[in-house]
């Protein structure tokens, strides 16, 4: 393999950012970060504040009210516990990853008692277990779930699970920050509580703002949950959303950042954002096949990331590693256990064909370069194959 042995075959490089969160960031919304340079108690501010309140809740297609925190993810995931729960609540954790991991510390941190329902990794917690979990335990005041555990790539059944919940006085806790934008969320009539998103996934935007839609269950809960909780006052939000304003400094740069993501997916429109992800995993799905390659997750996998076995005797560590040195690709490796073992192909936000067929090409390169018997150009062929059919099915629904 002579192209192989120097540190890179072109001079330039694109840093290309590839991963489940951060994703790709929408352009005009990293240009409108530009206009920051404001005042967040202004109309003008309150003007963005409220639209993007509105839009939120218009994508999330939920009459529930929706907040948005300045955090990361796990601040609206924290939020939620502190705001709902008291010591000593009895809650059930659905965990199968890295994710549901940090439920588990997180609710348990708050002093709640979490029954822990366990997926091996790769697999889902079956809604079945936790109809039977809630009707052995009828003093449970809560469910957690991800919708989308993202270290894994596999999704949970949420509305099989909402149905188990919405019997019981629990609230169905979902974090959706992969799940939104990537499988469909019928918030309302699933009977999803409270549903967690996060900028950085597929509403493409930098990190730093988190928001959730609260039901009318969760609010009630509320009402009874105390907590201590400051920073994060779900009940002080709503008050002041009410009026275009949050209780703390809002992040003006990251607000009219989300506002003009929110004015490109609304133009596409939610259910072909999801779409796009689900055409994506699938290409990918079938490039890494015809590579040979098996998936962690193939039974439930999710749209949002696609988790793929390292062949046997290739660290996933190399692979992530060849990806960034030789092409300037960011991908993301396998978290905790499954470091070294796995590498994930993200699909969420703003992400296109062409950027599978880079990930994907560079990808037979990277395993045919170590050694791995692959076929140049069948990977990139099973996604052009994908792409073909969705173009002749498509033409074909237009001619009817
Ligand atoms: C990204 C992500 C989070 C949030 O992580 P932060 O680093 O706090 O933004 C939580 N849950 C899932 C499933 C995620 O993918």
Redesign the pocket.
Known sequence: MVFWNFVCAMHIKKTRLLT??PTPVYPKALQAMLGADMHHRTQDFKNVFLAVLADLKLVMATANDVLVLV?????A?EASVTNCFSAGDRAIVCTAGK?GE?WVEMTRSYGLDAIVLEAPYGKAVRPEALEQALAANLDVKGVFV?A????TGAVHDVRAMGEAVRKTQAIFVV?A??GLGTMPLDIDSWSLDIVIG?S??AFMVP?GL?FLSISPKAWAAMETATLPRYYFNLKREKKYAANGESAWTASTALMLALNEALQYIKSIGMPKLIANAEQLARATREGCHALGLELFSPENPSASVTAVKAPDGLDSGVIVKEFRQRFGSIIANGQGEMKGRIFRIAHLGYFDVADLFAVIAELELILYANGVPVKLGAGVAAVQRVYAEIAITKKELANV
């Not at 955090?71 to 601040?75: D, L, M, R």
């Not at 989308?148 to 270290?151: D, F």
Request: glycine content about 18%; hydrophobic content about 20%.
């Open positions: 489940p969160g955090a990361s993810g796990t601040g995931m994710f940090r991800q989308s555990e993202t270290s974090d920050i992969t996060g950085q996934k990190p988190a």
